[in-house]
């Protein structure tokens, strides 16, 4: 049975398993219907995950989450909110062309809709 191994390599196009990859070659190794029931289990704990940490930050609903409501350790001794650590985006700011902020700006222009693999950006 072959599923998710947590290679950590979705973001490669390389996934061993074929769950994560755009390759034809790779998705072969994966068969649909004998996942189904992993995959609705998967789900089913990981609802139940979110709305266990939903009710313990006082939040009945996920559109209620904000960046306040998560953190990350920075150190044995440091933890920073995600709303200190970065910089959002404009509803729809990607659309205008317009990204305000030197990372998303570089990430857009990367960005390919048909490869994982990063588009050449001339140097600025």
């Known amino acids: 049975m072959i599923c998710c191994i947590q290679s950590q390599s979705c973001h490669t196009n390389k996934c061993p398993t074929g769950v994560a990859t755009q390759d ?5 190794a994966l068969v ?3 996942k189904a029931q992993r995959v609705f289990s998967f789900h ?3 609802l139940k995950a979110l709305a266990e940490m939903l009710a313990a ?3 009945d ?8 409501h998560l953190v990350r350790r920075m150190s044995a001794t440091e933890i920073k ?8 985006l404009k509803p729809g700011e990607l659309l205008t062309g317009e990204v305000n902020g030197e990372f998303y700006s570089r990430m857009w222009q990367m960005a390919r ?3 994982f693999e990063p588009a ?4 600025a």
């Open 24 to 28: 034809s070659l790779r998705q072969r």
């Open 32 to 34: 649909v219907p004998d």
């Open 44 to 46: 089913r704990n990981t």
């Open 57 to 59: 930050a006082g939040l």
């Open 61 to 68: 609903h996920p559109s209620q989450l904000e960046a306040r």
């Open 81 to 88: 909110l995600f709303s200190q650590l970065h910089v959002f």
């Open 113 to 115: 809709a048909d490869s």
């Open 120 to 123: 050449e950006v001339a140097a």
